[in-house]
């Protein structure tokens, strides 16, 4: 239920990310607070979904927050955006789904949660895994090298990251009793494909329900450790990984 809850709390604030409007604004702020310079990652933060929850949650919330995207240009352009409007935002150029890329992720998540202002130094608050990709095919015509890219992507990447900012995510016991006091916050980006069978992918939507499952047994895991973690699945949205769909006649009917 709790996580059910959570959910929908967070599905909120990405819907009011698209809607941006006062009204929005008013009601996302009653139900959804975070303290200052509470520091977030987020995963391909220079498009789509990941631009969106980047906005949101430096512009609304005042987190410190890193992000990460493989093409340099666009991730200064996002970068230098975001700074001119006042956000305390950082990038890292790294590809996550390889070793080299997520080691160059965390030697810049130790610089951020370790600047004097964070609002628990030290710790990660938030954690949002939303890189992900898809290979739109018949899973006969799929190459060993297409599966490779699909799981390594959706799957190994997110898989590997959480494991690595999990010393930086738990919190202490209070004192004589099993619950932590304060929390902090995984949230995995999955999608419908991963719940249902639909026409988008068979190798994509595999990754997205084994995303289903970590989702929930790292919240049994970790919960005893102050770790929450929940997962959305987006319907289409209109970003680049979803044109090859949204712009296909045929698929539409
Ligand atoms: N759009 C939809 O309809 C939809 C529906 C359901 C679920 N989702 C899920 O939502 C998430 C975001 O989707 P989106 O549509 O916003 O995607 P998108 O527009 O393609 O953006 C993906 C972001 O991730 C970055 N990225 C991709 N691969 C990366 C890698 N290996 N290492 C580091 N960064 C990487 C991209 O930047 P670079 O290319 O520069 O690396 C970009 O910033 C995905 O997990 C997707 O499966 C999307």
Partial sequence: MNAIFLTLLFVQFVSSTANNNNNNNNNRNRLWQLPAKSTAVVTGGTKGIGHAIVSELCLSFG??????????????????EWQEKGCDVRGCVADISTTEGRSSLMDAVKDLINDDDCANPGKLDILIN???????????????????????????????VTKLCHPYLIREKVEGESYCKQTSS???????????????????AATKAAMNQLTGNWACEWGPVGIRVNCITPWYINTALAQQVLKNEEYKK
């Avoid at 995995?188 to 994509?204: D, E, F, L, Q, R």
């Fill in 130 to 160: 939303n890189v992900g990709t898809n290979i739109r095919k018949p899973s006969i015509e799929y190459t060993e090298d297409d599966l490779e890219f699909v799981m390594k992507t959706n799957f190994k990447s997110f898989f590997e």
């Fill in 63 to 80: 987190c410190k927050i890193l992000t990460c995207a493989r093409n340099e240009k666009e991730l200064n352009e996002c970068i230098k």
């Fill in 186 to 204: 995984v949230v995995n980006i999955g999608s419908v494909a991963g719940v249902v069978c639909m026409k988008s992918g068979t190798p994509y």
